[in-house]
């Protein structure tokens, strides 16, 4: 069966330090991977999406990059994080096989202070 | 471009209460609907879809009818339990294969439900 890791599952970090987040799929081969953000009082959003390893796109300019260096890694990281960063970070798997089935992971809160 | 919008909550009900949660939906074409359901301390999970017009989706006493002439595709549930308790998201696909099948969501409704 598929799985989905993501982690951290709670992240502080202060203005200005780095970042990192790991997801993981297991089970699968060449998935689409996707990050959303979902910000305090907003809807999800679509920050990054991959098709195949090192190829990422973007959604929405901002302060955030991702990364594909695996097939079943997809890592989202910033340089120096922003307050407007702080967020429910959730990342997203899906077979090419079946366009309509999303499967989320457990998400990470960031807050940034 | 493509947008959801649903209700804020939050919504509190009581047990066996019936529960509507609106979303209606602005896409160009035929997208797939979706409802997402996030329960405490854990990641999103499918509810259930439809993915054409007039179509029923159900699954653990929920349904949503996918209604094109008034783009909604609301979510009800007939008698509601404490365990109901959740934030719900509801979310298109527009289906187009150049897009990626990149979900547009809504802002999520949060349904407590007391005992």
């Known amino acids: 069966s598929q799985t989905i890791h993501q982690w951290p599952a709670t992240l502080v970090q202060p203005v200005g330090s780095p970042l990192s987040l790991e997801c993981t799929v297991e089970g699968t081969s060449n998935p689409n991977l996707y990050w959303y953000r979902q910000a305090a009082g907003r809807g999800l959003q679509l920050l990054f999406y991959s098709v195949g390893i090192g190829q990422i796109s973007s959604e929405v300019p901002q302060n955030l990059s991702a990364s594909r260096p695996q097939d079943r890694q997809f890592i989202l990281s910033s340089k120096k994080l922003l307050l407007s960063d702080s967020g429910f970070y959730l990342c997203?798997?899906?077979?090419?096989?079946?366009?309509?089935?999303?499967?989320f992971g457990s998400g990470t809160q960031l807050s940034v202070l | 471009g493509n947008s959801v919008t649903q209700m804020e909550g939050p919504v509190t009900l009581s047990e066996e209460a019936f529960l509507t949660i609106n979303c209606t939906y602005t896409?160009?074409?035929?997208?797939?609907l979706f409802w997402y359901v996030q329960y405490p301390g854990e990641g999103l999970q499918l509810l259930l879809k439809?993915?054409?017009?007039?179509d029923k989706g159900s699954n653990k006493g929920f349904e949503a009818t996918y209604r094109k002439e008034t783009t909604s595709f609301h979510l009800e549930k007939g008698s509601v339990q404490v365990s109901d308790s959740a934030v719900y998201f509801c979310a298109l696909n527009p289906m187009i294969k150049a897009a990626g099948n990149k979900l547009t969501f809504g802002g999520g409704t949060r349904v407590l439900v007391k005992p």
């Open positions: 997203a798997w899906r077979t090419t096989a079946d366009r309509e089935k999303l499967f």
């Open positions: 439809a993915t054409k017009a007039d």
């Open positions: 896409a160009t074409g035929y997208p797939s």
